[in-house]
């Protein structure tokens, strides 16, 4: 998801959001697990400068987030946002990131890589987000030398990203591949094909809301355009899956599908309370609706802004002060009946 | 339920409506159970000329129905509309009813007694309901001659109405008493008064949609006023306890009870295939939301119409045309969307 970016580009009834994040390390330090306290300092000190004081367009879109400055809220906020990792929010005095004003770029630094270069567009963009983390690759490079090695390509701190240390993924919506349980045929062709599938929050984390994030296992022995092309591959066999079997779950009984989708749409416009967990999935619901056009009291971009905005500190933080779990749930259900009640 | 008699009266928060029901026979001939052919055309050229033959206002307000002329779906309507009892909906050639106009007068002829007259009012109006009875009891005894003896009273085929004939009821909505289980203690206290508790169809029916009928059981050895005064206290007290738990259930978690509500009406205006028994559940939630003052977006009036509305046979006469289960309940939910929309 991309933050407060709109989305209009192609694939976008299924295709979430297109990422790519590149891990890169200064060869002048030590692993960031490593670094003492000075030495963290010395390699924030030498990012910060690379990208903020140069004369490009970029530069001036770049804000430097103190991550310790930040309140709890505030912190959490930027994970909900995927600006930060749940690691960096949690960490040292010398973490920090650096992200733009449209949250599409987000630079974390002393994470468990010196860096972390991650690039989001709305859709089916990946070669944007490529092209985007490369210009911020090549920004640096004028400025800092990586750890980089001929053979083994870029130097980081946990093996699996050695090479390219390139992560390029894609967050999908697939209501009806998880609906029918096919769903578990699309994992067990993934993992064949070197190809990870999570939930919403990455690693370890569930998919809320039928959200799936697809991305590479492998990072080296392929250039960064392989790995880019084999994640659209699979990415374009996925979307083609879903829809077929949308439209055929819509033509077995469009009267029971339709039903699911308004009741959905009945109970986030009308709830007083309600958790993220439930939101999500109804959300779900009512997204499958809109992409079907069934529903047409709602949009996409709506759906995107709502799917931040219930989440529990970008929602503290929306009311503007902290919440118990309990408030939390009747603020929620406010804002989703304010969103979603047709004008 | 008083069909489509509005419902302005008192305590119409919780009484949907009163009833009052007689039961006679005429002194000439035998139960129905053992009378012939020739002899029920008797009773029933009888009491449809003592009824409809006079110069009274009412008289010209009834209306004959000829049940075996009538389709199974028009028959079943008249059930629905608590106009007549599946018995004599089934029953044979000899059998009829005179209903007024606005349905709250209906008088079955050949049931299980030659007569069942039976008045319905909207809210707490058991008086009103009782005078109506016995205008049309008064009416019919300037014609015929009853089964009557001094000791025992009217004489029934069944020895539970021998005396009065009496049987006073109220429909009673509660939620409250059945959320939190307190209606168990009710049925105890009632069973013990000789109030018998039913559900919504009367003897053996489930409690639809949180509806109780609550009606004596004893129609011997108790002038009529006497049976109406005791139904009337006994409702006074279930009312009261219904009102005290509403306030607590409000009072204890006022977003849950407000959530509970909502998320009804949310399903009931948005769903496209809705079953009659989800429906009758749900409209009792928006029922006490709109009793509780706390949903705006419709009235008891719709609410007591919907009640009728959605039952099986009653919708294929708007319709116009038989439906099949799936079909109903579609069509269902099409009405309740039509009719639940704010405006």
Redo the contacts between chains.
């Keep these: 998801m991309a933050g407060n970016v709109t989305d209009k580009s192609s694939e976008s009834d299924i295709v979430i959001s297109s990422r790519v994040r590149l891990a890169r390390n200064l060869k002048d330090f030590p692993f960031p697990f490593r670094m003492d306290r000075e030495q963290g300092i010395g390699v924030l000190n030498r990012v910060k400068d690379s990208l903020m004081n140069n004369k490009s367009a970029l530069s001036k879109d770049l804000l430097f987030v103190d991550i310790r400055s930040l309140t709890a809220i505030d912190r959490q906020a930027m994970v909900e946002r995927h600006l930060i990792s749940p690691n960096l929010a949690e960490s040292r005095a010398d973490c920090a990131a650096i992200v733009s004003r449209d949250n599409r770029i987000s630079i974390m630094i002393n994470e468990e890589d010196h860096l972390r270069i991650q690039c989001i567009y709305p859709g089916m963009q990946m070669d944007k987000a490529w092209e985007c983390c490369n210009e911020i690759d090549r920004m640096l490079e004028e400025k800092v030398e990586f750890a980089f090695e001929p053979r083994r390509g870029y130097l980081t701190c946990c093996p699996t990203n050695v090479g390219t240390g390139i992560r390029a993924s894609v967050m999908l919506h697939l209501p009806a591949l998880a609906m029918t349980g096919y769903i578990g045929n699309v994992l067990d062709a993934c993992s064949k094909l070197g190809v990870a599938v999570r939930g919403l929050y990455g690693e370890h984390s569930e998919a809320l809301g039928n959200m799936f994030q697809v991305s590479n296992q492998v990072t080296l022995g392929q250039a960064e355009e392989e790995i880019i092309k084999h994640i659209n591959n699979i990415t374009s066999q996925i979307i083609e899956q879903e829809r077929v079997l949308r439209n055929e779950l819509y033509k077995q009984n469009s009267?029971?599908f339709?039903?699911r989708v308004?009741?959905s749409?009945?109970?986030?416009?009308?709830?007083?309370?309600?958790s993220t967990e439930e939101s999500l999935r109804l959300l779900s619901d009512v997204r499958l609706g809109v992409d079907m056009g069934i529903i047409k009291q709602t949009g996409k971009e709506m759906l995107n802004e709502l799917m931040l905005l219930i989440q529990p500190a970008i929602l503290q933080k929306t009311v503007g002060r902290p919440l118990s779990s309990?408030e939390r749930d009747?603020h929620r259900?406010d804002l989703l009946r304010g969103k979603l009640r047709p004008a």
């Design positions: 009267f029971r339709e039903d308004f009741r749409y009945g109970i986030l416009s009308n709830a007083r309370i309600i309990e009747i259900a």
